[in-house]
């Protein structure tokens, strides 16, 4: 028998171990022989899976196609978009072998296929006519980082990456705000995240892009993570890499290009903001599984409602399981908490014989007596929504409750002292004295917002301010 | 506009040429800047997803979970099992450098992911009762090919690869043999190709397999493709790797082992085996899409019949698609049939005058009037469900034709002069006659099958014979 579930490190004595432990004992990924790279197991790829199903299903409705490029770039094609190579370089990896022989040219496993994309687009468009290229593709890539932590920053990781061009700025820019949106509501809708959108600042947009929209998240900690980010390129890439189009007028342009990306690291974001100490804690929409019934003891009867309850379900597009394992039902509860099912529904002989069974809610916990003459598919949808609902509601709160404004550098750092959080303050656009406020506990900008300022002057150095930006410090 | 699908090489004058003229046409694949790795196109990656999809759902009936393991393997990791090590060892790419570091120890990009499985297996079993484990991941893999040729043999392919330990011999053992009737039934049921299965000599099995199930198809031009193997390890690699259990008896044992996999190869072999001298031919069941319907000049009836069937098919779990774009009803129709959709529907001013629609078969090329009256989504998935048969029965009577018997060496000379294709021969299990059979134009033996023998003795040596194979040229 699989032995129990380990003791979980409190949430609120050492968060770092708490998520560690969330990430083995739910069984989502394990380390594995290659330093920085995880072995994301069933339950963890099952998240992910679900994801993929929601997310892709977005943005084929917005008529992006999938396909693939391949995973190694040449050295020299890397090296066109020089801003790209530099931001990338310290972190890529080298294939310098193949077939037992020595390359004549190293191979880097990719970091990102802007430069497959533009390598492709180069030989498949020709007038405005093929435009616009609405493509995404789901694969793998490898950023070799230096601390790594499963999920959340991991040497590889699998994402989906947006890739696409357009025939004219405005266009472009729209499909860059449109496909930040989808990542949004994804968040809010589907994750119950109460995540805040806006632009990244000069200094921390992606290397290469003209700007950069991004998604942040705040975790239970008060630590933001960054989830999504969709980036405008112009036409840099576009000339660095030669693709150009005859646009109405009958004139050679380049094109205007578009790229956008969310990844497996969103799997850590769930937990970090949502996860307890009893174990992981999945909203209901992304949960791979809803609904768990647990027959306790050996009556005919109980099992003959629990399979009746199952189909039910699952002829109501609920994900429903029956746990007929032959652990013991404590054991089963305790497993059905640590991996986060939403819903766990007990049918025990005694409240048979009362006409009752148990529906334990994963988020409070509350057990819930009903009678077996309920509307059980109506009462199970409602309480999934409920639970939905009541997650995000929770999360939203712990995020205001997290998020403060300072108007000046003392009070930044009297909060990060105090209570780490999203914290709104005035900014000059300066870079000086971005880097000020980052040398404060790593405090880093995470987004220019489109609020009403706070205050007339910077808050770092009084001078006329420009932006509302919201800092914290980072993942 | 996108200029018109170039000539497409006949099939019976150069099959080679008119394989790579389908692959760019019907636009599924392009060569990429990297020698021998491909990029497949949206047209490409859809019937791969198509793929996905359907193994997806058999695998999971089945009780398989997904997960992913890492792309890197540490040399000493892979060195372990000796066997595999051996057949792979040519054939691998090694990252040498990361992060602008030498690394200590070299890692191999995965040309499969047995060791790591073991490696991950090893820590996760402990008793007879965390056992089966059936683990199945789609990933890609590297093997560093010399002659690549899209789809069929390319240095980057994506696949999935089924891993499982068991707890006993003979459960392992019927788990190679479902996986197999799986990759079996999808060619015959769902590729409308009927392929061959049976067990492979030592000579050609998987390196480090007890045995090796495949599944073997015939093209066009009468060479065999090898679609789907399942391999039994036994506990080769559970004893190289240490992994094990405590059985029902208490005792340690070393765990029993199966892989199996199919790749994008098998978009290549749909080409070779239903594709005419026009483009593409899907079969219904696989093709991403199965109905386009061209509206004919401006007439609001006619795109509002248009709109109203693709409504109707569409509500009906049929995959159609209406081709209102700029271009011309010639273009159209040669561009449906180039990218292979099964049905076309015409719709047209002076037709609907009369009543009437036209539906064009792409597997025949046959154009058939009916009235509008008709109840369309029963006619069409009718009409679906004949092609698909009729697609299948096409390939049974190719196949068969290039079926033969052969009695001794000059039979199989002969017939691999005149017209290759699958040869039936008895065989007395001696590699050195299999090695002779091979000198006659790399003949190699597909797979032992169990039907009744041809003739008492060896086709090569003329002692008594062991096995009824068939033999090939293969891809």
Not at 247 to 272: A, C, F, H, P
Not at 419 to 434: K, L, T
Request: proline share 3%.
């Amino acid at each position: 028998m699989e032995k129990q579930n380990k003791k979980i490190t409190s949430r609120d004595v050492d968060f770092a171990k708490w998520y560690t432990d969330i990430v083995s004992s739910a069984k989502l990924a394990d380390y594995s022989s290659v330093k920085g790279c995880i072995t994301i197991e069933p339950n963890g790829y099952a998240i992910w899976e679900k994801m993929q199903q929601i997310l892709d299903k977005e943005f084929k409705k917005l008529g992006h196609v999938n396909c693939q490029m391949p995973l190694l770039i040449p050295e020299s094609l890397l090296k066109k978009e020089t801003d790209l190579v530099e931001g990338f370089a310290p972190e890529v990896a080298w294939v310098t072998s193949g077939g037992q022989k020595e390359l004549e040219e190293r191979l880097c496993i990719r970091p990102t296929s802007e430069t497959l994309f533009c390598d492709y687009y180069k030989n498949h468009v020709k007038s405005y006519r093929d435009l616009p290229k609405l493509y995404n593709q789901w694969c793998n890539v490898l950023r070799w980082e230096h601390e790594t932590r499963p999920f959340l920053r991991s040497r590889e990781f699998l994402w989906q990456e947006g890739h696409t061009i357009h025939a004219t700025d405005e266009e472009a820019r729209r499909e860059v705000n449109e496909m930040m949106d989808v990542y949004y509501r994804f968040h809010h809708d589907i994750l119950a995240i109460p995540s805040i959108k806006g632009i990244k600042t000069e200094k921390e947009k992606f290397s290469g892009a003209v700007y950069t929209l991004t998604n942040e998240a705040l975790m239970y900690n008060g630590i933001a993570l960054q989830a999504g980010t969709s980036h405008y390129f112009g036409q840099k890439f576009s000339q660095a890499y030669d693709v150009k189009f005859t646009n109405k007028d009958n004139k050679e342009e380049y094109v205007y290009q578009t790229s956008w990306g969310t990844t497996t690291r969103m799997i850590g974001e769930l937990i970090m903001v949502h996860s307890d100490d009893y174990g992981l804690v999945l909203p209901p929409r992304i949960a791979p599984r809803q609904v768990v019934i647990i027959p306790i003891g050996n009556s005919c009867d109980v099992h003959a409602l629990a399979r009746k309850i199952n189909d039910l379900l699952s002829s109501n597009d609920i994900t429903s399981y029956i746990d007929d394992s032959e652990k013991s039902p404590g054991f089963k509860f305790a497993e059905a908490e640590v991996n986060g099912i939403p819903i766990r529904i007990e049918i025990g002989t005694r409240d048979l014989l009362e006409n009752k069974i148990t529906f334990v809610r994963r988020d409070t916990r509350e057990k819930i007596v009903e009678s077996v003459d309920i509307n059980i598919e109506k009462y199970v949808k409602e309480l999934l929504d409920k639970i939905q609902i009541d997650m995000y509601n929770k999360a939203l709160e712990r995020r205001n409750k997290l998020t403060f404004v300072a108007h000046n550098l003392s009070d930044i750092e009297n909060i990060l002292n105090t209570q780490p959080g999203f914290i709104h303050a005035m900014w000059c656009g300066d870079v000086s004295c971005e880097n000020k406020i980052k040398d404060i506990k790593g405090c880093k900008s995470r987004c220019i917002i489109d609020e009403s300022p706070i205050d007339d002057k910077c808050v770092c150095c009084g001078k006329k301010a420009k932006h509302h930006v919201v800092w914290a410090i980072q993942y």
